[in-house]
C-alpha cells in the first residue's frame, strides 16, 4: 500500500511540473460529465482510468483539457463521438 502511495506522490510531482492535470481535476471533470470511470473511458475510446494514478498521455491531456473547456457534451459533438 505504501508502494502504491509513493507512486502517487510521484505521479503527482511528474503532473505538477509538466503542468498536467492532477487526478483530482481529472475526477471532477469526470463527475462534472455525470459520468463512471468506465463510461467516461469507454465514450473516449480509452483503456486506462487515470483516476488511478496513470499518468495521462499528451494527446490525451490535451482532449481533457478540450473537455474541461468546452464539456462534455460539446466535445462529442466537435468530434462527432456518439
Known amino acids: 500500500m505504501a508502494e502504491a502511495r ?10 505538477e ?6 487526478t ?3 475526477i471532477w471533470i469526470r463527475k462534472k460529465s455525470g459520468l463512471t ?3 467516461f473511458s469507454e ?3 480509452w483503456e486506462k482510468y487515470y483516476e488511478n494514478g496513470s499518468l495521462q498521455s499528451i494527446e ?3 482532449e481533457l483539457r478540450k473537455i474541461e ?4 457534451e460539446n466535445y ?3 468530434c462527432n463521438i456518439q
Open 6 to 15: 509513493g507512486f502517487q506522490s510521484f505521479g503527482n510531482i511528474y503532473r
Open 17 to 22: 511540473r509538466h503542468n498536467l492535470l492532477s
Open 24 to 26: 483530482k481535476q481529472i
Open 37 to 39: 470511470q468506465k463510461e
Open 43 to 45: 465514450i473516449l475510446g
Open 60 to 62: 490525451h491531456e490535451k
Open 69 to 72: 473547456k468546452a464539456g462534455l
Open 76 to 78: 462529442r459533438s466537435a
